[in-house]
């Protein structure tokens, strides 16, 4: 059985500004204080993990010693089938030290050129650590495919250029409440709420 969160303040272990409003506006309900990595000055840890739950745990567990209060770490990014799931966890790194989405966005559409497969799924893998140790780990996920142009000044990362299966338009142009009812994060979100929350 999982860990009940009773806690008052949570830091999100994340210095992705984007991530960081997504994922204060999921847990607001709560009552909940959250504070950012960012803001507490922690550094950024190695993520070195091979898959998206491990590289979430590495944050979280980090956030969690480096601050002595529970923290919540968030490892997501975009899996292209027609390029074998990559850029997968590399997702950030397409972007480059500049965190340049468009230059990530504009990679992915140059190695998909000439093929038909557009096919895409975003993973989001929660890990919830407290200082004590403990964890708890969830994964959302959310299928669709990958347009061109990108269209749509919402969201963050790969969101303009990744529509979710049944909807015309994409992530980049919904309205964040909208996103947050669908989105691979909104999907791991569930799944912690159930566990810890309730």
Known sequence: ????????????????????????DLISDFGVGVVSASDLGLPEPIEDGTTFIANAEIKARAAAQGSGLPALADDSGLCVHALGGDPGIYSARWAGPDKDFDLAM????????????????????????WPDGDLEVFEGRVDGSLVWPPSGNQGFGY?????????????????????HRISHRADAFRQLVTACFQ
Request: proline share 6%.
């Open 159 to 179: 969101d303009p250029m990744f529509r979710p299966d049944g909807r015309e338009i994409t992530f980049g142009q919904f309205e964040p409440a909208e996103k």
């Open 1 to 24: 059985m999982a860990r009940h969160f009773n806690d008052k303040k949570l830091v999100i272990a994340s210095h992705n500004p984007g991530k960081v409003r997504e994922i204060a």
């Open 106 to 129: 504009r990679t992915i559409n140059e190695k998909l050129d000439g093929e038909t497969d557009r096919t895409a799924h975003f993973i989001a893998a929660l890990a919830l650590a």
